[in-house]
C-alpha cells in the first residue's frame, strides 16, 4: 500500500508554512474539493466508482494522493490562500506550480494505472 498523508498532516503543514488564519474547517473543505475532482477525473476513470464521494469530516481521514505527490495539496492549499487574501501575483504562481504537481501526478497516475475500456461502438 502506497504511503498516505492524512488530512490533519496536511493542515498542519499548510499552517506552518503560511501566514493565513484560515480555520481547520476552511481547509478541510478546500481538501474535499480537490479530492472530490481527482476522485471524480481521475481515479473513476481507471478503477471505477469505488463508492459515493463524501467531503473530509476527521484529521485522520486519509487524502487520495499518496505523500510523494504531496505537493499537489500543498500547492492548491496555497492558491487558495492567496487567492482569497487578494494576492494575485502569488495566486497565480502557487496556481501554475499546482498545475504542474497535478500533471506530474496524474501522468504517474495514467502510467502506473489501467484504465477502464469503455467501448463507444457506433455505426
Known sequence: MENCITVGEMIAETKELNRGAYSDSQLMKW???????????????HV?????????????DPLLIPAAWREVYRHWLDAKIYLAGGETNRYNNAAALYNTALSNYTNWYNRTHRPLHQANITF
Open 31 to 45: 481538501l474535499s474539493d480537490v479530492d472530490a475532482r481527482l476522485y471524480q477525473e481521475v481515479i473513476c476513470t
Open 48 to 60: 471505477g466508482i469505488i463508492s459515493a464521494w463524501s467531503p473530509y469530516e476527521h484529521m485522520e
